[in-house]
């Protein structure tokens, strides 16, 4: 599998193979209030927006913007969940209002990103060592992603504001959840200073 943001800058930000953004399930039916399963319709627009910023930093910075959707098999679960998710079911793609860098999308049938063999093989192949994680949902995917990177080796960055999930007290848990598993939790305004742009300058 390959993906159009293997690319090598030619600029100063020379480590591309470092550090990632994982956009996660960031899908029309998770993202529509007329779903049996969607994100808190007041903050839409603010994840949107941040979750946008976020995409137009790494492109700009020549580092990987990995996009993964759910892709649910499991009868049982499609019928609980009203076919949201549902393989070939109508709504499944990433949300028109989302940045798109590239075509490659990955995917996957469990919470954990991680467990797609192709994302890792590219992870490991472009020797990734931070992710950099958004979408949705705080309580669920995002955590299990979270978990997952932890478990194997990564510095996991999660970016608040960039990150959706069915009410405010579910995120509010989540990010405590994160704080305290030892990952970073940070904005999309902060992404300038999380990400050490001398240690990329001295990249190479």
Known sequence: MT??????????????????????????NLLNSNSKIHMDPTAIPSFIQNLNKSIEFFEENNMPVIYVVNEW?????NLLTGNVCKKGAKGTGIDKRVRLVN??????????ALTNKDLLQFLEENSISELYIAGLF???????????GIKNDYNVIIIE????????SKKSRSVNFYKAKGSSVITADQLGH??????LNKAG
Do not use: H, W
Not at 73 to 77: F, K, M, R, S
Not at 194 to 199: L, N, P
């Open 3 to 28: 993906t159009s943001v293997l690319t090598t800058s030619t600029t100063a930000f020379t480590q591309t193979k470092k550090k990632a953004l994982l956009v996660i399930d960031v899908q029309e």
């Open 161 to 168: 504001d960039a990150v959706g999930s069915r009410s405010a």
């Open 103 to 112: 075509d490659t999308v990955y995917r996957k049938s469990k919470m954990n």
């Open 194 to 199: 999380a990400v050490d742009i001398r240690t």
């Open 138 to 148: 705080a309580e669920a995917c995002i955590k299990g992603t979270v978990n997952g």
């Open 73 to 77: 098999t499991n009868p049982i679960l």
